[in-house]
């Protein structure tokens, strides 16, 4: 079985994965609001791929959410607990109700000599941002290094430079 939200409360639509036909779409009722809505699946030539120049977050899956890969933008990436109309970059679909919505940010620079470089700031969240089981400080912002761990809340990032395997 996979899971769709519906755009109108949020809640997951489950459906068989054997109905999906790439290039079509398929018609949904979510049974908690009522709402039908279409989803298209693109085949494989339509899916645009994916820049994984600056790097990318794991979200390790644990108790609340599944394993999730979220590409890194030059510039400031907002993390945090995907919640309907708290609109950031990289939204995690989570359960962990100790990750605020708006957590972290990973901040991705290039350097004098044109190397990326990663830094990570809490963004004032109540259980705050653990890099290697260290606290972030208010206002700091602390580089980290491919295969460091986060921890926002329950929940584990790890840091990967390039493309997933």
């Known amino acids: 079985m996979k899971k769709i939200r519906c755009p109108k409360c949020d809640e ?13 779409s398929l018609i949904f009722h979510c049974e908690n609001c009522g709402k039908n809505f279409s989803v298209r699946f693109k085949s494989k030539e339509e899916k645009q791929e994916i820049d994984y120049t600056y790097g990318h977050i794991i979200v390790v899956e644990n108790v ?10 030059l ?13 950031i970059d990289c ?6 109700m100790s990750m605020d919505r708006k957590h972290c940010i990973i901040h991705v620079e290039l350097n004098k000599q044109g190397e990326i470089i990663h830094k990570v700031e809490d963004y004032d969240s109540l259980v705050g941002t653990f890099v290697m089981n260290e606290i972030l400080q208010k206002k700091e912002k ?13 929940t584990t990032l790890i840091l990967k430079k390039g493309k997933p395997e």
């Open 142 to 154: 602390r580089i980290i290094e491919d295969g460091e761990i986060i921890t926002l809340g329950a």
């Open 91 to 96: 939204p995690i679909q989570t359960g962990d």
């Open 12 to 24: 997951f639509v489950l459906f068989e994965e054997s109905r999906i036909e790439y290039g079509h």
């Open 75 to 87: 510039g400031s990436n907002m993390f945090g607990r995907r919640s309907l109309g708290t609109e």
């Open 64 to 73: 609340f959410c599944e394993k999730q890969t979220i590409p890194l933008k």
